[in-house]
């Protein structure tokens, strides 16, 4: 079931990022065992259709509450519009409101179908609603020295095409850099808040700040 929301593990997020670099829209959910899904909205692509039947390209075989054909995502270049004008039975959803008849989609904009949660990005959109605002989203210039030293070393694990790439510890941040333990909370603390996650979870922040330097262009994979 894909009703409760999941966090994110490291690997997931790295795969994500990934789908981001090629700048092509893409659908992120989760099947019937809990997986991460990517759904790429190829060039070229004219129509995608949604539902558990086997000529869907977002199909979701594992949610009964989904028609076979349950409703149509249109992409024109790289915008896309979900229509759904009453061929499912239960209806489809951004942000909870039904949709009747079509919906231009956002970046960071969530999508239902059934009981399935669908995340769709667009990178590179600009000013998107459901996610930073751009004039808010901090750049290098914002960023001392010494913290952008602690966030590259906090970002390098992704470099490689590990699937398991994790955050580092401060620990090991500071023996890496060679600074103390406590400098290193010291510009994590100060990292968190510049860029605008410290009031997530304690097990969330430290894959939160690597995904927010790396979609700001503050830590650039040249850096890494």
């Known amino acids: 079931m894909n009703a409760e929301p999941r966090q994110t593990t490291a690997a997931e997020l790295k795969v994500q990022i990934e789908a981001e670099r090629k700048g092509r829209p893409f659908l992120v959910l989760r099947d019937g065992v809990g997986a991460q899904q990517i759904v790429a909205v190829e060039e070229g692509t004219s129509e995608l259709w949604v539902g558990r039947g086997e000529a869907a390209g977002l199909r979701i075989e594992w949610d009964e509450e989904v028609s076979a054909l349950h409703a149509q995502i249109e992409v024109v270049g790289d915008e896309c519009t979900l229509l759904d004008d009453g061929l499912s039975r239960n209806g489809s959803f951004v942000g909870e409101e039904r949709v009747h008849g079509r919906r231009r989609l956002r970046d960071g904009d969530t999508l239902r179908f059934g009981r399935t949660r669908v995340l769709y990005r667009r990178p590179g959109e600009a000013a998107p609603e459901a996610t930073v605002v751009a004039s808010e989203t901090p750049t290098a210039a914002a960023v001392s020295p010494g913290q952008r030293r602690v966030l590259v070393a906090l970002c390098r694990p992704f470099k490689d095409n590990s699937a398991f790439a994790t955050p580092p510890t401060n620990q090991a941040i500071a023996e890496q850099l060679q600074l103390s333990v406590d400098a290193v909370k010291t510009h994590m ?27 700001s262009g503050i830590v650039a994979p040249r850096d890494l």
């Open 189 to 215: 603390r100060a990292l968190f808040e510049k860029l605008g996650v410290e009031d997530l979870p304690q097990n969330r922040k430290r894959v939160a700040l690597v995904e927010r330097a790396l979609q």
